[in-house]
């Protein structure tokens, strides 16, 4: 039973809850996203396999995930995106942000996101019990691609993007 970390409004630790259960009742708990760039600055994205409890079959930011209790969430980032993508590199915390959003299953998302960025050249080797495919692609085109298929895309991944690209001129 995989369990997540229950946080306050400052990401303060105040409990642990089973995974689906604090999806369930839309507990806050904190969560990472990772967004790894390649040399030409295109963005690293995959698709969430079919079998996903929620989100699944969308595109997203290159890996995301929850921290399990008493693991910190850079070493939870770095454990990940070797069993989702295959790979590791050099990651950087860069921000982080709350969102909540219900789905059409009744799940609930309301995360505390660390949001971390790193570089990678090379491609994934994806385990595909997580993700169904992957892409580079260029910012320019995936800002695009998002204004005109926004259902094609996770919700957290839409706020992320904006605040890469626009809000916090990160990149």
């Known amino acids: 039973m995989e369990r997540v970390i229950l946080v306050d409004e ?26 790894v760039f390649n040399s030409k600055k295109e963005l690293l994205i995959q698709k ?3 079998n996903k ?8 930011n290159t890996c995301c ?36 959003h219900k789905f059409d299953n009744g799940l ?8 971390f960025m790193g570089e990678f050249e090379g491609n994934p080797n994806l385990n595909p019990e997580e993700v169904s495919d ?5 910012l320019d085109e995936l800002k695009n691609d998002i204004q005109k298929n926004s259902d094609n895309y996770t ?13 916090d001129g990160l990149l």
């Open 134 to 138: 992957w892409k580079w692609i260029s």
């Open 65 to 100: 995930s929850h921290p399990t209790p008493g693991e910190e969430t850079r070493e939870a980032a770095h454990r990940r995106l070797k069993q989702e993508m295959g790979f590791d590199c050099d990651l950087k915390e860069s921000f982080t942000f709350v969102y909540q």
């Open 10 to 35: 400052n990401d303060n630790q105040i409990g642990t809850e089973e995974k689906i259960k604090a999806h369930e009742q839309g507990k806050l708990h904190r969560c990472f996203s990772i967004v």
């Open 155 to 167: 919700y957290w991944f839409k706020i992320l993007f904006n605040k890469i690209t626009n809000e």
């Open 48 to 50: 969430r396999a079919e």
């Open 108 to 115: 609930t998302e309301h995360e505390y996101d660390h949001v």
């Open 53 to 60: 409890y929620h989100s699944a079959g969308l595109w997203t």
